[in-house]
């Protein structure tokens, strides 16, 4: 067993390597976050928006963010007109998160765009999240760097995503698999 290497983590590149804005831009956001954006009081959808885009978050038009939703960084967050982000939202976003128009993403789902160099030195590793017009995250799924979802496409809950999801496809598992098409009779 002596032969099986442990990486040192006090070592671990990176740290702050997504932070790319100044400490106190960070721990303001995170006050901010805290009393706005996660705080589960039924206080406005509009008021989370603006603290958001306030942070650098570019949301548009109609955008329902419910409470107890989390925002690692607002800066690399983009969502389209008309979109619903369910209660519970986790986009743990050190890379660009990218949510089309009238995207659907239900409660407690978790969005990462990072992971870590596992073999090597532990370092930050990060992939942005597309996630295309239409499409339906339901609860509880976990999306990973690199996903993209297509057009109108469907992930069933509590399912694992990574690479590239089709458009009007429905997935789901762990790890999620291809499991049929959105819309009857629909050809892509």
């Known amino acids: 067993m002596s032969d099986i290497p442990v990486i040192d983590l006090s070592k671990a590149p990176g740290e702050r390597a997504a932070w790319d804005r100044p400490a106190w831009h960070v721990y303001l956001w995170a006050i901010c976050e805290l009393i706005f954006i996660t705080n589960p009081w039924q206080i406005s959808s509009s008021l989370r928006v603006r603290v958001l885009r306030a942070f650098g978050a570019a949301i548009g038009r109609g955008v329902v963010f419910r409470p107890r939703t989390r925002v690692k960084f607002p800066w690399k967050l983009h969502i389209g007109d008309r979109s619903w ?13 990218h949510v089309g128009h009238d995207v659907v993403i239900s409660q407690e789902t978790f969005i990462t765009t990072g992971s870590h160099r596992h073999r090597v030195d532990m370092a930050l590793v990060t992939r942005p999240v597309i996630i295309h017009e239409g499409a339906w995250i339901t609860s509880r799924c976990m999306v990973l760097g690199g996903t993209t979802v297509g057009r109108s496409a469907l992930i069933r809950p509590m ?27 629909l050809r892509q």
């Open 159 to 185: 399912s694992v995503i990574s690479g590239d999801i089709g458009a009007a496809e429905v997935w789901g598992g762990v790890p999620a698999r291809h499991v049929g098409t959105r819309f009857e009779g």
């Open 85 to 97: 982000i369910g209660e519970g939202v986790w986009f743990h976003n050190q890379d660009h998160v």
